[in-house]
């Protein structure tokens, strides 16, 4: 097909927000965690992935207009990976996080009373953090089938092991506080799941660059800054959700009418949910830079003694991708 040139001044990756912000990002992840693009056929989603590599290569389809282009990069953010642009599959994207998120927080919230039923949601909710922690991680460092297995049961017996346990525990204490056993579950477990499924950027360490992206060598000390962010977001993500909602339920459930349509109570809880989820995935995406950085003096004795060897005192911070 006929190409024309890209608009003058126009870089397709140029970021539209100030990332340096947590307002930027804000604005940056709202758009490209936007749970309608779940929707999206995969060949509308091919197509934006061309359009994306057509621009970057400084040509467009004639008559595209700049609302258009952007269009494409959003939907190509929202469903290819940053290190690598291979397309992510569905249940792994931060788009998903809403209505998968929805789905199995308003489930563990409501059926918590039972160990059976605390048992199988918990094992659902890993599963799915497991393909999530899997798709978003950094792309650089590979993972065998066998360490994604360990990391599995790891997580999985993790979140088990803390509801079963903290259920049979607050079965004297106040009903609210077996409401709040599912975070607790889902918090220990999350500080399991995603160190062990990045373990790979632990062991190794990862690629750490200088301002311009000149790589500088592999650091374990990055690895492990940008994957406590990692689980502080994560936890945050699911926070307000999982310790208000119980908070809420608990008054509404006193009242006479929502005793009489106890049926109705899941499907509430689902939607109060993704009340929460739709500001929480992208407020807890972007409480840290994507782009994390880390002082000299914080990294590995060898590696800065290499990087001021060949650099001198160029190089203050080094720069990674945390992944997400």
């Known amino acids: 097909p006929m190409m024309a040139a890209v608009p003058l001044g126009f870089d397709i990756d140029a970021p539209r927000w100030d990332l340096s912000t947590f307002t930027g990002r804000f604005q940056h992840f709202l758009n490209i965690t936007d749970p309608r693009t779940v929707l999206v056929p995969e060949r509308e989603l091919d197509r934006a992935q061309a359009i994306v590599a057509a621009c970057r290569a400084g040509l467009v389809p004639p008559g595209s207009s700049q609302e258009q282009l952007l269009y494409a990069k959003k939907l190509y953010d929202s469903a290819f990976h940053p290190d690598c642009g291979e397309k992510m599959n569905l249940f792994g994207r931060m788009s998903f996080q809403v209505p998968g998120g929805m789905a199995l927080t308003g489930f563990m919230l409501q059926f918590y009373r039972t160990v059976p039923a605390v048992v199988f949601w918990q094992w659902v909710n890993q599963s799915f953090n497991a ?4 798709t978003n991680r ?4 590979p993972i065998s089938l066998a360490q994604i297995g360990v990391a599995y049961i790891t997580a999985t017996t993790t979140a088990l092991a803390t509801a079963v346990g903290l259920n049979l525990y607050t079965k004297r204490a106040p009903p609210l506080l077996a409401r709040w056993v599912p975070f607790v579950a889902v918090a220990a477990a999350n500080c399991v799941n995603i160190p062990m499924m990045r373990q790979q950027e632990i062991i190794h360490g990862i690629t750490v660059t200088d301002e311009d992206n000149n790589e500088l060598g592999r650091s374990r000390r990055a690895a492990v800054k940008g994957i406590t962010q990692v689980v502080v977001s994560r936890i945050t993500m699911a926070a307000p959700g999982m310790i208000i909602l119980p908070i809420i339920m608990e008054r509404l459930e006193k009242f006479p009418f929502m005793q009489r349509i106890r049926f109705l109570h899941a499907p509430l809880q689902m939607l109060l949910c993704g009340g929460f989820l739709v500001f929480m995935v992208p407020a807890a995406c972007a409480l840290f830079p994507q782009r994390c950085s880390l002082a000299l003096a914080d990294l590995e004795p ?15 911070y080094v720069y990674f991708n945390k992944g997400l």
Not at 131 to 134: A, C, D, H, Q, S
Not at 138 to 141: R, T
Request: no cysteine; net charge neutral; hydrophobic share 40%.
């Open 302 to 316: 060898e590696l800065r003694d290499s990087i001021v060897a060949k650099h001198g005192d160029k190089v203050p």
């Open 131 to 134: 393909i999530v922690n899997y």
């Open 138 to 141: 950094n792309a650089a460092s």
